[in-house]
C-alpha cells in the first residue's frame, strides 16, 4: 500500500491530521499512524476519506496514479463486497484455499468476507488488487 497517499488525501481535502480524526472520530495519533504505515486504515474509514477527496479506491491505494475526481459517494457495503469476491474467484477458477493461502488467512476468514459477515481488511483488498490485477473499485462498488 502507498501509505503516502493517506496524507495526499487528507491534504487535498485541505484538513490537518487533528481536523480529520475530529471528523472521524479518532485520535490524531490513529490518522499520523496511517499515514505512516504504522497501522492500515480500515477500509471503512479509507471509503470515507477517497469520498471526501472525491477521488477513486485504486487511487488512494497507489494502484494508479489518475487523480481524476470521482463524484460518486461509495458506502461500505460487505455484502456487495463479499459478492464480488465470490464472482472474482469463480471468474479466476481460485478456491477459497488458494486465495487463503495468497492472503496468508484461513478458509474460513475468506468464506466470512464473502459471506458478508466480516468486512475485507484493507491490506487485503490491496493484495488481492495487485496478486490478480483486479480493482479496488470493482470489489467494492455496486456496480
Known amino acids: 500500500?502507498?501509505?503516502?497517499?493517506?496524507?495526499?488525501?487528507?491534504?487535498?481535502?485541505g484538513l490537518s491530521q487533528r481536523e480529520l480524526a475530529k471528523k472521524l472520530n479518532l485520535t490524531k495519533s490513529t490518522i499520523s499512524r496511517w499515514e505512516?504505515?504504522?497501522k492500515v486504515i480500515p477500509l471503512k474509514h479509507f471509503i470515507t476519506l477517497c469520498n471526501m477527496a472525491q477521488?477513486?479506491?485504486?487511487?488512494?491505494?497507489?494502484?494508479n496514479k489518475d487523480k481524476t475526481?470521482?463524484?460518486?459517494?461509495?458506502?461500505?457495503?460487505a455484502k456487495v463486497i463479499g459478492k464480488h469476491l465470490y464472482e472474482l474467484r469463480e471468474e479466476k477458477h481460485i478456491t477459497q484455499q488458494n486465495l487463503a493461502k495468497v492472503?496468508?488467512?484461513?478458509?474460513?476468514?475468506i468464506s466470512s468476507y464473502e459471506n458478508g459477515k466480516t468486512t475485507i481488511l484493507t491490506a487485503f483488498l490491496y493484495a488481492?488488487?495487485?496478486?490478480?490485477?483486479v480493482s479496488?473499485?470493482?470489489?467494492?462498488d455496486k456496480k
Open 69 to 77: 475526481r470521482v463524484l460518486e459517494k461509495r458506502k461500505l457495503d
Open 136 to 140: 479496488a473499485d470493482s470489489i467494492c
Open 1 to 13: 500500500m502507498n501509505f503516502e497517499r493517506i496524507r495526499f488525501l487528507r491534504e487535498r481535502i
Open 55 to 63: 477521488t477513486s479506491l485504486d487511487f488512494g491505494l497507489g494502484l
Open 103 to 109: 492472503l496468508n488467512t484461513t478458509q474460513s476468514t
Open 128 to 133: 488481492i488488487c495487485i496478486h490478480y490485477k
Open 36 to 38: 505512516t504505515g504504522e
